[in-house]
């Protein structure tokens, strides 16, 4: 059984920064094309960072420059690395595993993330 277990989120204040880890189970990471998510209330789900393997990566340009994807094949996890934070990147932010290969889709249960001013 596949499950992708975000963490991380939390209540910053502006300029701040948070790590999100999203660590996965049930699946072989590096046969995966991962993602990282966002959801503001009220809103459509919207992509936020993509990390290919070996590891090219792409940025919406809400945060290009102020966040940074990476991933960790060797502990089945990846991260987002989030700066400069703003009071608009306050979203709950989901972590997406897409298989490189064949069917399988799988979304985590996604992390509040909230900044104040």
């Known amino acids: 059984q596949v499950q992708l277990l975000e963490s991380g989120g939390g209540l910053v204040q502006a300029g701040g920064s948070l790590r999100l880890s999203c660590v996965a189970s049930g699946l072989r990471l590096s046969m995966y094309e991962m993602y990282w998510y966002r959801q503001h209330p009220g809103k459509e789900r919207e992509l936020v960072a993509k990390i290919s393997n070996p590891g090219a990566k792409t940025y919406a340009d809400a945060v290009n420059g102020r966040f940074i994807i990476s991933r960790d094949n060797a502990k089945s996890s990846i991260y987002l690395q989030m700066n400069s934070l703003s009071p608009e990147d306050t979203a709950v932010y989901y972590c997406?595993?897409?298989?490189?290969?064949?069917?399988?889709?799988?979304w985590g249960q996604g992390t509040q993330v909230t900044v104040f001013s």
């Open positions: 997406k595993a897409v298989a490189r290969m064949g069917p399988g889709v799988y």
